[in-house]
């Protein structure tokens, strides 16, 4: 069996002090895809900590969104067992954010209830929905109508909708992927302090892939880096810059060392 990768007592940097507080929440043990016969993981140990941004980073193709997927039970997997605080998948309320938000929006459905979805479907009764949606969109400062269907918004309120959607219900477990991958830049910083302040309220785990390393490392406390197929992790780096961050933490020497000592570990990894 391979090493778990335990976030908790791994010391990224040598100046890094450990983590008291960052316990395992995701914990995978074992576990095993191939596609056609060909594996993508092949007992696969790891633990991402509760209340903490992981960052998921690796070359392309390596399994960053197949092993997000699978812990969200969107795939399935061939082996292994995926717990949630020693919780099944069954017993625990997840979010999830899709690269591709025009896919992942109900069209014939209002902006109002794709966000009012997993509600819904939970058995919530009308007025407990109505209330959630209203805190939503008092925490987001949403401005515009949200009795529009998803094809009227630009694609940063599309995205903005999926991301109220995925928080909707509370989550314990908030998975985005590659989640400014389809934005401008304007609306990419404009989601990105929105994760942030997100992050800061609720305290969510949250695990975001990522194929872009000044995007992850801005809003990780911890990268982790996978290799390329089949996937084994790299490493993990960690980043305790304080929060909220901001474009000063971009220019700053915690950021700019802990980009390049990820970078370092990437490019030794792609050229294995
Ligand atoms: N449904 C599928 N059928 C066959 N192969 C698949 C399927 N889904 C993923 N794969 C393969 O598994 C590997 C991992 O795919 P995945 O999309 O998880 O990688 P990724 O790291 O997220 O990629 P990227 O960086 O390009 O977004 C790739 O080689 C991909 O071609």
Not at 161 to 184: G, N, Q, T
Not at 206 to 231: F, G
Request: hydrophobic share 40%; glycine share 6%; charged share 25%.
């Amino acid at each position: 069996m391979n090493s778990v990768v335990d976030f908790s007592l791994h010391s990224y940097r040598d100046d890094a002090a450990p983590e008291a507080t960052a316990r395992p929440h995701i914990t995978v043990r074992g576990l095993s895809k191939s596609f056609g016969g060909a594996p993508v993981y092949s007992d696969f140990n790891l633990d991402f900590p509760k209340g903490r941004v992981t960052c998921v980073f690796g070359p392309n193709g390596c399994g960053k969104s197949t092993l997000i997927n699978m812990i969200a039970g969107l795939i399935p997997y061939d082996d292994g067992d995926i717990l949630f605080d020693g919780k099944t998948l069954q017993q625990t309320t997840i979010g999830y954010v899709f690269q591709n938000y025009r896919e992942a929006l109900f069209p014939w459905m209002r902006a109002i209830d794709n966000i009012k979805y997993p509600l819904v479907i939970k058995g919530m009764s009308k007025a407990d929905c109505d209330a959630r949606v209203e805190e939503l969109i008092a925490s987001f400062d949403v401005k515009f109508d949200l009795n529009r269907y998803p094809y009227e918004f630009s694609g940063g309120q599309q995205q903005l909708i999926s991301i109220m959607r995925a928080l909707a219900p509370h989550p314990e477990v908030l998975f985005l992927d590659e989640p400014f991958s389809a934005l401008d830049y304007e609306m990419t910083l404009f989601i990105r302090e929105k994760l942030q302040e997100i992050f800061h309220t609720t305290g969510v785990t949250m695990i975001v892939v990522s194929h872009d390393l000044e995007e992850a490392v801005y809003l990780a406390d911890h990268v982790l880096l996978l290799t390329k197929r089949p996937t084994r992790v790299a490493d993990t780096v960690r980043f305790d810059a304080p929060r909220p961050r901001d474009i000063a933490t971009l220019s700053s020497a915690a950021f700019v060392q802990t980009k390049a000592r990820c970078l370092d570990i990437f490019q030794r990894e792609v050229r294995k």
